[in-house]
C-alpha cells in the first residue's frame, strides 16, 4: 500500500472500503499476501456493475463488436511472439551480502533489510550487476516438471483475442472492421506493488482490439482517408468507409472518455494524455493515456494532480497480428472483395503509390522485428502484391481499461464528507458515496419505519418484493431512521424508500404512498407505490 | 477430448461449437494447449447469461446472501488450512524406461509411448512405486525463487469465502444462517483432461457457502429440529428458525435443481445422486450430487445413461471454518443472543443432553484432524461451554456447481435434428439449439426481407435500435431469408423478427407489423411494432 497509506484521503478510503465491504486484504486471517485483494460484498457488487456496463457498451449495443472469453493460461509460443517472454521484464539487482533482490531503479527507495538507517545503494552489501527478471508468474502444466510443461499466467488478455482472431473471423458474421473485447484476470509479478488495489499483482482488464484495414486500403476504396479532425465528436452511425486509423483512434479516445462520464467520472477529473514519440512502443502510431486523477498521483507545478492510467487507447499497426503469423505459421491476412475490386479501378500511379506506402510500412515492420535485410525486402514486396489482390493483415485499435483502478477511482471519486442535519436538525458530517445510480452497489434501501409493527414490516417487503426483480434491493429493519439513512449513504446507495404510519390507511390501497429520500441532498418526497418502480428505473438507467 | 470424441453426438456438438463460435481449443494455432477451451463470442454469452442467473439467483433476490470476489492466488496456508497441500493428489507411477509419468489407477488404460501396442502396465519399462502428485498449479510469488514464496491457483473458490468469512461478517448486515457466494476460475493440472470442457484444467466455478447453526443451537432456540421431510418443497419465504442441517440440505438441493430447471435443463435430464456414506469425505454429513445425464457418460444395466456430476451439494459440518481457526489461530466463531438467551431458559438436563452432543462432534473433528486426545478433550470441552454462552462455529451447506459443465449440459440438451419444410415447401433436415431463451446468446435476430430496400433496411435498423438496449439483439441482412431463420436456429436464437413489405405501406406507422418467427416450431405472426418489446421482454424473462 505503500505510498497510498501515507496519504490522509486514501487512509479513509482503505478504511471505509474495509469496514463497509468493499475490499479486503486477500488471505488477511494469515497476514495477507503482497499484492492481492478481494472484493467484499459490496465491492463485487460495484465491480459486477462496472464490468456489465463495459460489455453492454462495447458488445451488445453494437453490431461491429463480439466478445470472447480466453483462458489465463495458454500456450508459451503466444508469449514469445507477443515478446512477453523476452522484454517484459524488470532489472534486478541481488545483493550477495542480505541474499535480497531489488529493482535496479528503486535502489535509493528501498531501506536496507540489514541496516535500514541505509537505502541499498548506499550499503555495503556487494551488489550484482543487474538482470532482467520476466514478470510473468511461471506454472508447470502436466505431471512432468520439464522446460517444455513451463506455461505463464497471462501477463494481459489481449494476446487470447489476436491468437483466436482467425476462429472468430471464421464463425462469426464480422467483417473488417469490427472487434473483439474481453474482459479477465490477469497477472503480473511487481516486484513492488503499490498505491492499494492500483497496482496489483493479480488484477482484471477490459480489453477491446478493433481490427481495421490499413490506411491504403482506405484510400483505394474511398478515393481519400480521413482526417482525425474531421470526424470531431461523430458517432459510429455514421459513415465510417473513409475512416483510417487516425479517424478510429480518436473515435475511440473519445468514446471511451464517454464511457467513464456515463458512469460517473466528470471530464475534468480525467487527463487525455498523448505518448510522446519516444514513449511509444516501436510499433505503435499513437497511444492516449486516459488517466484519472487519483489523490495520490504526483502534482505538477500548480499544485494540481497529474493523474494515473485508467487506460490506453493505443492505435498498434498490424504489429500484433502479423508476430502471430510468423510465430505460428498460420495466415493471419483478410480477403477484401471492396478493395481488391476498387484496386483494379485505380490508375496505375495511385496503384504505384498506394503499394509502395504499404511496402514500406511492412518492410518497417520486418526490419524492426528483425527478419534479414533481404527476406525482409522479399516478404515486404510479397505483402504489397497482397495488398492489390485485396488481402491485408488488419491494423488494430486497442482500448485497454483496467478494472481495479476503475473502481478505485470511481470509490475516490464518490467520497465525500458534508454536513447534513440529523433527525433533531442538528447539523452533522456524514459520509457518502456519490455512485452513479448506475454502478452503486445497492440501488435502493427498503426501510420500514419500525421493525416491531407487523403492519409496516409487511407492507415494507410487499415493497421490497416488487423492487428486487429489477434491481439490486437492501432490506433493513434495523435501528433508528435516520441511522439507517446514513449507512446508505456510506455505500452509495442513492435512493431509500421508507414505509410509515402515512403509508398504511390511505386508501385505495394502490395509491398508498412511501418516502422517496434521495441520497445527496437528503431531499424526500412522497411517492405513490404503483409509481415507485418506473420512477426508479427511469434513474437508475 | 478422449472419450467424447469417440461418441458420434459429440463429435456433432464439438463440430457445431467450433464453426459457430461457442468454444475453440485454447492457442488452437499454435497446436492447442491440452485442458484448455476458450469460448468464443456465442459461447461468451451463453456463459455470461449463465453466471448472471446464478448470481441474481442466488445473491440479489434473497436477502440472505452476500456476493465475494476473492483472488487466484491467496496465501498458501490456505490450502495447508483446507488440507489442499497434504491430499489433493493423484497416486503417479514414473517408467524408467520411458521416462513417462502415469496415473497409478490408469495403467491399464494408457498405451506405452514406446510400444504402443501394449498398455503402460504391461509393457516392460521398470516402473517406479506410485508417489502423490500434488493437482494444484504452483507458481513463485515475488522476485526469490524460494520455498517461501511457493504459492498456489487455487483449486476452488470455497477456501477464499471460508477465509473471509469474518470480514465478511463484520462488514455485512448479515446473521447467520445466511450464505456468501462467489464465482471465478479455478484450476486443476489433471493429470488426464478429457470430455471436451467437461474436465479441464482451467475451470470456472459457482459456490455458495451457506452458514447455519448446529443443530445443537436450533433445537435450544425452537425446542426442536425440523426433520428433511418435513420441509418438502418449501419456499425461503417461510419459517426456517427450526431448520437443523438436514432441513437446509434438502431445501438447497431442491432451489439448485428448480434452478437448471428455470434455465432449461428438465428434471428428467438430471440425477440427484445422494452419495453412500464410505464415499463421504470425513467431515461431510451428507453429499447430494446433480448429474446430468451428458451423452459420454456411462449407461446402466437397462441401458440408460447414468450422468456425470454439474453440482455438488454438501453438509460439511464445521469443518472449514474450525480448520482455518486453528491454522490462522483467528477467531471463526459467532455470538448468537438468541441462543444464550435461549440456552439460559432450559432445564439442566436438556441443557447437559445438547452440551454433550456438542462435545462428542467437536471432539469427532478434533480426533479425526489429528490434534492428540487430551487436548481434543479439552478444546471440545470448551468448545461446548462456549455453546451454553451462544459462541459457535457455523455449519455449512455447499452447493458448488462447475459453470462450463453446465454450459456443455445446456448445449448438448440443446441440440436437436429435425424436419423442417424450406421456403419451398420441402422438408429439410435443420440443426437447431432448443435454448431457453433465458440463457440463448442471442434473444432476437431482425432480418430485413432485402437489404438492397433502403425504406426496408431503415426500418429494421429502427426495430433493432428499439430492441437493443433490452436485449441481445443481431442484425443480418445478408442471404436468402430461409438461410437466415436457419442460421439462427443453429445458434439458438428464440425469436426473428422480419420487416417486409407488408411492414411498409401500413399505416399510422405506430400500428405497423413484423413477422415474428419461433425458432422452435417455426411458427409465424404478425405482431405490431409498438408491441414487439414488451411482448419479448415477456418471454425471455
Chains 1, 2 share one sequence.
Request: charged share 30%; glycine share 6%.
Amino acid at each position: 500500500m505503500a505510498e497510498a497509506k501515507e496519504n490522509p484521503f486514501m487512509e479513509k478510503i482503505v478504511s471505509l472500503c474495509k469496514r463497509r465491504g468493499f475490499i479486503y486484504q486477500s488471505s488477511e486471517i494469515y497476514g495477507g499476501i503482497n499484492g492481492f485483494w478481494d472484493y467484499g460484498p459490496l465491492g463485487a457488487e460495484l465491480k459486477r456493475n462496472v464490468k456489465e456496463l463495459w460489455w453492454n457498451t462495447m458488445i451488445r449495443q453494437r453490431d461491429d463488436v463480439v466478445g470472447l472469453e480466453a483462458t489465463i493460461i495458454m500456450s508459451p509460443e503466444i508469449w514469445k511472439a507477443s515478446g512477453h517472454v523476452a522484454t517484459f521484464t524488470d532489472p534486478m539487482v541481488d545483493c550477495k551480502t542480505c541474499k535480497g533482490r531489488f529493482r535496479a531503479d528503486q535502489l535509493a527507495e528501498i531501506p536496507c533489510p540489514q541496516k535500514p538507517s541505509k537505502m541499498v545503494n548506499e550499503c555495503h552489501g556487494e551488489k550484482t550487476a543487474a538482470r532482467a527478471f520476466n514478470l510473468m508468474f511461471k506454472t508447470i502444466v502436466g505431471p512432468v516438471e520439464t522446460e517444455d510443461n513451463i506455461a505463464y499466467l497471462r501477463p494481459e488478455t489481449a494476446q487470447a483475442i489476436f491468437a483466436q482472431f482467425k476462429n472468430v473471423l471464421d464463425s462469426s458474421r464480422v467483417k473488417v472492421p469490427f472487434g473483439i473485447a474481453q474482459i479477465g484476470k490477469a497477472f503480473r509479478n511487481e516486484v513492488t506493488p503499490r498505491n492499494y488495489t492500483f497496482r496489483s499483482r493479480e488484477f482484471e482488464q477490459m480489453e477491446l482490439e478493433f481490427f481495421i484495414k490499413p490506411d491504403e486500403a482506405i484510400e483505394a476504396i474511398s478515393g481519400r482517408v480521413a482526417s482525425a479532425a474531421e470526424i470531431g465528436n461523430q458517432q459510429s452511425a455514421i459513415d465510417t468507409s473513409s475512416w483510417g486509423w487516425e479517424a478510429w483512434h480518436k473515435y475511440w479516445v473519445e468514446e471511451r472518455i464517454k464511457f467513464y462520464e456515463s458512469i460517473g467520472l466528470p471530464r475534468t477529473t480525467l487527463v487525455e494524455y498523448w505518448q510522446k514519440p519516444e514513449e511509444l512502443a516501436h510499433y505503435a502510431r499513437a497511444t492516449v493515456d486516459i488517466l484519472f486523477k487519483f489523490p495520490f498521483s504526483k502534482r505538477d507545478e500548480h499544485g494540481e494532480l497529474t493523474g494515473e492510467e485508467l487506460e490506453g487507447v493505443a492505435a498498434r499497426s498490424d504489429f500484433d497480428l502479423s508476430q502471430h503469423e510468423r510465430f505460428s505459421g498460420k495466415p493471419m491476412g483478410v480477403f477484401d472483395d471492396e478493395l481488391r475490386t476498387a484496386w483494379s479501378k485505380l490508375d496505375e500511379a495511385k496503384q504505384a503509390e498506394l503499394s509502395n506506402r504499404y511496402y514500406e510500412a511492412r518492410l518497417k515492420y520486418l526490419t524492426k522485428t528483425g527478419v534479414e535485410p533481404a527476406k525482409a525486402e522479399k516478404e515486404a514486396r510479397e505483402d504489397a502484391e497482397g495488398l492489390a489482390k485485396g488481402q491485408y493483415i488488419p491494423h488494430v485499435i486497442e482500448p485497454s481499461a483496467g478494472v481495479d483502478r476503475l473502481i478505485l477511482a470511481l470509490i475516490c471519486n464518490a467520497y465525500h464528507e458534508d454536513q447534513m442535519p440529523d433527525e433533531k436538525g442538528k447539523q452533522e458530517t456524514r459520509v457518502v458515496l456519490r455512485f452513479h445510480p448506475r454502478v452503486a452497489p445497492i440501488k435502493v434501501a427498503v426501510l420500514p419505519l419500525l421493525k416491531n409493527k407487523p403492519e409496516l414490516v409487511k407492507k415494507a417487503q410487499a415493497v421490497r418484493d416488487l423492487l428486487r426483480p429489477h434491481m439490486n434491493v437492501f432490506y433493513d429493519d434495523g435501528g433508528a431512521i435516520g441511522r439507517r439513512y446514513r449507512r446508505q449513504d456510506e455505500i452509495g446507495t442513492p435512493f431509500c424508500v421508507t414505509i410509515d404510519f402515512d403509508t398504511l390507511g390511505e386508501k385505495p390501497e394502490l395509491l398508498d404512498t412511501v418516502t422517496l429520500r434521495y441520497r445527496d441532498d437528503g431531499r424526500q418526497e412522497r411517492v405513490a407505490i404503483c409509481e415507485l418502480l418506473p420512477q426508479l428505473l427511469e434513474k437508475i438507467r
